[in-house]
T-cell receptor
Framework: ETGVTQSPTHLIKTRGQQVTLRCSSQ?????VSWYQQALGQGPQFIFQ???????GRGNFPPRFSGLQFPNYSSELNVNALELDDSALYLC??????????FGSGTRLTVV | KQEVTQIPAALSVPEGENLVLNCSFTDSAIYNLQWFRQDPGKGLTSLLLIQSSQREQTSGRLNASLDKSSGRSTLYIAASQPGDSATYLC?????????FGEGTQLTVNP
């Protein structure tokens, strides 16, 4: 399989709920990263996983957590959703830090 | 802390014009630099990747340069077309992360 696939494409949640976003990376891409992009801004780094271990984290609280699985899929979990969590969430994968391929993103709206 | 700045924030040009988008970064200890294109509400499409040891990369009508010592990169678009209208994002890789600028919103008018 080629490319990075994210699901769902759109999601509406209520403040305080929990959400799980999913990403399927390209085969052979050991590195997966998640980014949050607010409207009109550049993407902000949430965290990165390399071979199923977190190896970098941005300035996001612990209620943002993730997992990477051996089959090149990964998850972003956000607990206790806040209105400011409304954004486009992007998944990116890379073959050992050599350039990143991004998915189409999940648009999360928290009401 | 790495910071990336893109100038201008928005640009409107007539079709056929050549144009340059600018990107600057504060920490020259980068692994590589990537230029992306983003259409409204969509994900990022990689345009060009320049390794830190390289000076430029070309793909079709696009040419990107990198001057690591001065912390600058430019994206040159030749003979612009209305289909080039999008937001262009510059990102540098340092450590385990990409650091993005806020983008240049390009409009090419027919």
């Amino acid at each position: 399989e080629t490319g990075v696939t994210q699901s769902p494409t759109h999601l509406i949640k209520t403040r305080g709920q929990q959400v799980t976003l999913r990403c399927s990376s390209q085969s052979g891409h050991n590195t997966v990263s998640w980014y949050q992009q607010a409207l009109g801004q550049g993407p902000q780094f949430i965290f990165q996983y390399y071979r199923e271990e977190e190896n970098g984290r941005g300035n996001f609280p612990p209620r943002f957590s993730g997992l990477q699985f051996p089959n090149y899929s990964s998850e972003l979990n956000v607990n206790a959703l806040e209105l400011d969590d409304s954004a486009l969430y992007l998944c990116a994968s890379s073959p050992d830090n050599y350039g990143y391929t991004f998915g189409s993103g999940t648009r999360l709206t928290v009401v | 802390k790495q910071e990336v700045t893109q100038i201008p924030a928005a640009l409107s040009v007539p079709e056929g014009e050549n144009l340059v988008l600018n990107c600057s970064f504060t920490d020259s200890a980068i692994y590589n630099l990537q230029w992306f294109r983003q259409d409204p509400g969509k994900g990022l499409t990689s345009l060009l990747l320049i390794q830190s040891s390289q000076r430029e990369q070309t793909s079709g009508r696009l040419n990107a340069s990198l001057d690591k010592s001065s912390g600058r990169s430019t994206l040159y678009i030749a003979a612009s077309q209305p289909g080039d209208s999008a937001t262009y994002l510059c990102a540098v890789t340092s450590g385990s992360r990409l650091t993005f600028g806020e983008g240049t919103q390009l409009t090419v008018n027919p």
